[in-house]
C-alpha cells in the first residue's frame, strides 16, 4: 500500500538533499522507515531516534508497528525538548 512521507526541512536538508515527500510502499511505520533507510543511509536511525511521528494527524509515540491505511500521511517531526 502507499503512503505519503513528509519530512521536516531541517531532516530533509541533512538526509535527502533537500527533498521533503515521498511515496512509500508500506504496511506500518517499521516498513517505511526501511524504505526510507534503503534510499538515505543512515536515515532510518535518525527518524527512530530523533523524530515524533504523525499519522494522519494523530501524534505516536511508539508507532513502530502502527498499521497505515492506503493513502495516509506520516509526517516525521523533530522531537519537541523540555527542560
Known amino acids: 500500500m502507499t503512503v505519503r512521507v513528509v519530512l521536516s526541512t531541517g531532516t530533509s536538508i541533512e538526509h535527502t538533499g533537500g527533498q521533503k515527500e515521498f511515496e512509500i510502499e508500506a504496511r506500518n511505520l517499521r516498513g517505511v522507515i526501511k524504505a526510507m533507510e534503503e534510499r538515505f543511509p543512515g536515515i532510518g536511525e535518525f527518524l527512530e531516534e ?10 505516536h509515540e511508539s508507532a513502530y508497528f ?5 493513502n495516509a500521511e506520516v509526517y516525521f517531526l523533530p522531537k519537541i525538548e523540555a527542560g
Open 50 to 59: 530523533e523524530t515524533t511521528v504523525a499519522i494522519d494527524g494523530e501524534l
Open 66 to 70: 502502527q498499521p497505515l491505511r492506503e
